[in-house]
């Protein structure tokens, strides 16, 4: 058993963009600001399986180049499952949470949870999804971006 943890956080965007989480096009005001669509979730998610299977960071797997400007999150998890696969290793647990102020989280997280799951090609009940606030703390709590935490099992084939 291997266990990966995750983190990544993101500046709302000045405007023009599109705010997803978990692969979830959420309606709000502002998008992120990143070079792929700025999935602090699944960019948490990939981040922590990567780690868990001794495989590098997220930059060092998915640089800042052509190839994933602009990209979707959930294809970074479907390649992340991919490299996790060829290690030798299976999915056993996702649990991951998002961290904004605003918008609320609460009516997406089945659904960030089962777009989770999709990418990585696991069931859908290892992955768990909840949402909390920082209660106007620090830059997350003054609205300036969102941030994200995954923690995940893996398990040797």
């Not at 997280?109 to 089962?114: G, I, L, P, Q």
Request: without cysteine.
């Amino acid at each position: 058993m291997r266990i990966g943890q995750g983190f990544d956080v993101h500046a709302f965007a000045p405007e023009g963009r599109s705010l997803v989480i978990g692969g979830v096009k959420i309606p709000h005001d502002r998008g992120l600001s990143g070079h792929s669509d700025a999935d602090v979730l699944s960019h948490a998610v990939a981040d922590a399986l990567l780690g868990a299977a001794r495989l590098g960071d997220l930059g060092s797997n998915f640089p800042g180049d052509d190839r994933w400007k602009d990209s979707s999150s959930l294809s970074i998890l479907e390649e992340t499952a991919r490299m996790i696969g060829a290690a030798g290793y299976v999915i056993a647990n996702v649990d991951a949470s998002v961290i904004a102020e605003t918008p609320r989280m609460a009516p997406y997280r089945d659904e960030m949870a089962s777009n989770i799951a999709v990418a990585l090609g696991i069931d859908e009940h290892l992955v768990s999804v909840k949402a909390t606030t920082t209660d106007g703390l620090g830059a997350i709590g003054r609205g300036e971006g969102i941030a994200a935490m995954a923690v995940v099992a893996l398990e040797r084939r």
